[in-house]
Structure formats: C-alpha cells, structure tokens
C-alpha cells in the first residue's frame, strides 16, 4: 500500500487534551458572544416596543405587562437554547478540527520517539486521508529516505578512502602501520554502519 494512501483509523478524539479543550473553548467563546448578540437584539427589540406603548399609556394595559413578562422570558429561553444547540455544535465541530492537528502532532511525536530510541529510519509517517499537517508528514518521510541514502554515500565514501590507504602503502611503505591502523577503525565503522542498515532493512 502506497504511503500517501495508507489508511489509519484514529478513535480516540481527546488526543492532546489542553489543546484540544482551549480548542474548543474558542468555538465556546464565539457561540456565547453569538447567542449574547441574538439576546441582545431581541431584548432592545422588545424594550423599545415597550416604550412606544408607555408614551402612548398602552403600559396602563394589564395585558401590556403579561404580553412583557411573556416577551422577556422568550428572549432569555432564546438565549440559553441558542447558547445550547450552538455551543453544542460548535464544540463538536471544534473537537473534530482539533483532532485533525492533535492527530497527527501525536503521531509525529511518537515517530520521532521511534527515531531517537530504536533508530527507526524505515518507517513511514502515516496520517489520515482528512488529517492536516500533511506538509510535514512528505518532509519527514522524504528526510528520513535521504538520511538513509547518505549513510549509503557515508559507507562508501570511508570504503573508498580505505582502498586508496592501502594503495599508498605500496608507494610508501613507512605508511604501511598507519594505514593499518587507521583501516581496522575505518572497517570497525562500516561495519557498524552496515550492521545498523540490514537492522532497518536498508
């Protein structure tokens, strides 16, 4: 299965929680001050409407006051229901966009562990079709292909330098016991190079 296609299925929402809650706590924020602005329009509606009856001693009406009372208390229940249903949604849809990022910062963070501990070059990072930070997944990955491409170049590279001591040794033989010594260290380290590559199957 290709990289960019491999499907990751991802159930636990609260993934980083103090994020994910301040997250949320904004879309929160915007529907208080939403349901507050609806409140408020209401309330100036019904205020001014009871000021035009008051200069025209409509107010003397007992029905006047009931018909208010019942006004004010449709507002206030439109503030809390509207606070509700969009404080519910909005909440839900912040977790959902939330986990889109702590999502992936999870799984970055892991991978990078798995790099650092077991020297973990192999691996790809994979994310969700729907994740963000998708950007930083190819980088990753691209990385990690051209870190294992360079310990390749690394080996024959000291390999080459190696080769090319021994043949001196032939033109200068007082070179011979320097040489020798500094190819046990140059073999002592490919080898450990290689050893690392067949473990990450390179």
């Known amino acids: 299965m ?39 329009v209401l309330y100036y509606i019904v205020e001014i409407n009871w000021v035009l009856q008051v200069e025209r001693g409509l107010h003397l009406v007992p029905e006047a006051s009931v018909l208010l009372d019942q006004q004010r208390f449709m507002i206030l229940m439109t503030f809390f229901v509207s606070l509700f249903v969009l404080g519910g949604v909005l909440s839900l849809w912040g977790l959902f966009l939330s986990h889109r990022v702590a999502g992936p910062v999870f799984a970055l963070s892991r991978r990078m562990q798995n790099i650092s501990l077991e020297q973990d070059l192999v691996t ?43 043949a001196a040794t032939k033109e200068h033989p007082d070179l011979e016991e320097g040489c ?16 690392w590559l067949r473990t990450n199957h390179l």
Not at 182 to 195: P, S, T, V, Y
């Open 180 to 195: 020798k010594h500094l190819g046990r260290k140059i073999e002592a380290f490919i080898m450990d190079k290689e050893k």
């Open 124 to 166: 790809p990072l994979y994310l969700r079709e729907k994740d963000s930070l998708k950007e930083v997944r190819d980088f990753l990955n691209e990385t990690m292909k051209t870190w294992a491409q360079e310990v390749h170049e690394e080996i024959l590279f000291w390999r080459s330098i190696g080769e090319n001591c021994k």
């Open 2 to 40: 290709s990289e960019g296609k491999k499907w990751v299925r991802r159930t636990q929402y609260l993934i980083n929680r103090g994020f994910q809650l301040r997250y949320m706590g904004v879309f929160v924020g915007a529907a208080f001050l939403t349901s507050l602005v609806i409140g408020g």
